[in-house]
């Protein structure tokens, strides 16, 4: 009987498709029978598509054709075509020993940024949403986002003081309770990264918070009190409704802040703290060099600006983070009936 009816399912959706194909078929040609239509229709699509071709596909295709050329910004002679050199950047990218190693550290970075941020994210979306007040709740939420709108380079230079050895905050309260020795966090190779992770979750939880609190919002308020008269207590309720319903969420969440892209851009935007201290990019003792960053470096910083290699590198990384994005696509798909 169930092989029966999985059988009849399957006609249906092949009936369907097929009358879907058989409608676009139909729509085409009516679409060729109108001919070109309207010119004026052209003439203001023209600027959009033109920005898109200028900003968009070229940046891409450009960016496609360096990563297998040897292109090097101080070399002009290697601007052209002649620079293409095959699949020599990924030979000497599958080789190079300091990109694998800032790989790792990449992806250690996300892999203590990623729990972090959704922890604390989904714990203050969940204390929010329990605020009844809407006065308050409203304040809440712009306390919560505040880090994302403050300026970048204002939020760095905060962080930077409260890192800062003799005078920052955090060391000067930890003296006061009885530690003798507090780290360095910024000038010690073994502290210095998790000293950017604390600064980068500080940075990002604001908007998963809100996030988390549009999929809390959106949750029937009926179900909680039909398990409430079932006798459930708030975490049954949040472990077998709340976290369920949220799935969705959690997707988006975990594709914008998961893979080496996210520690990649994070390293480049937060290495200003380390420049501040009077470090170098990666520092101290290269503890901190990032794909991101050694990418950086190798495109602007570094002998003759090797951009080529460096977009090998980006080429590289986007490819590992559509894989990652695939990958929790179809661990957080729901089940369609």
């Known amino acids: 009987m169930t092989q029966v009816r999985k059988q009849t399912v399957d006609e249906v959706r092949s009936q369907g498709k097929a009358a879907v194909a058989r409608a676009f078929v139909d729509e085409l040609r009516h679409i060729h029978k109108g001919g070109w239509g309207n010119p004026w ?3 203001y699509i023209a600027p959009a598509v033109l920005m898109y071709i200028v900003f968009q596909a070229w ?28 699949l020599d950047n990924w030979v000497e990218l599958m080789s190079d020993k300091s990109w694998w190693r800032s ?27 329990k605020v009844k007040n809407g006065l308050a709740s409203g304040f809440y939420r712009v306390i919560s986002y505040m880090p994302v709108v403050l300026p970048l380079s204002v939020a760095m230079l905060v962080w930077a003081k409260l890192f800062s050895v003799r005078f920052g905050y955090l060391n000067v309260m930890l003296k006061a309770a009885g530690v003798a020795n507090p780290p360095n966090w910024l000038g010690s190779p073994s502290v210095a990264l998790y000293s950017m992770t604390i600064a980068t979750v500080w940075r990002r939880f604001g908007e998963w918070t809100l996030l988390f609190l ?35 969420v959690f997707t988006l969440v975990l594709v914008l802040g ?49 951009m080529g290699y460096a977009a ?19 661990m957080m798909r729901t089940e369609r009936k």
């Not at 360096?66 to 070399?75: E, G, K, P, T, V």
């Open 214 to 248: 549009i999929g809390i919002y959106n949750i029937n308020k009926e179900i909680y009190e039909a398990a409430v008269v079932d006798g459930t207590n708030g975490w049954q309720q949040f472990w077998y409704i709340t976290l369920p319903l949220l799935k969705p």
């Open 103 to 129: 790989v790792g550290i990449a992806a250690k970075f996300s892999g203590m940024v990623l729990p972090g941020t959704l922890v604390l994210s989904l714990f203050v979306a969940v204390m929010i949403a």
């Open 59 to 86: 940046p891409i295709l450009r960016g496609l054709f360096m990563a297998f050329s040897d292109y090097r910004w101080l070399i002009p002679e290697t601007h052209g075509l002649s620079a293409f050199n095959g």
């Open 312 to 330: 090998a590198m980006s080429l590289f990384l986007g490819v590992v983070n559509m894989l990652i994005t695939a990958f929790v696509f179809k």
């Open 41 to 43: 229709g052209y003439i």
């Open 258 to 306: 998961s893979g080496i892209i996210s520690a990649t851009v994070e390293a480049i935007a937060l290495f200003s703290v380390w420049n501040v201290e009077g470090n170098t990019v990666g520092g101290p003792g290269e503890s901190c060099m990032t794909a991101g960053l050694y990418l950086y470096r190798t495109a602007f910083t570094h002998g003759d600006m090797r």
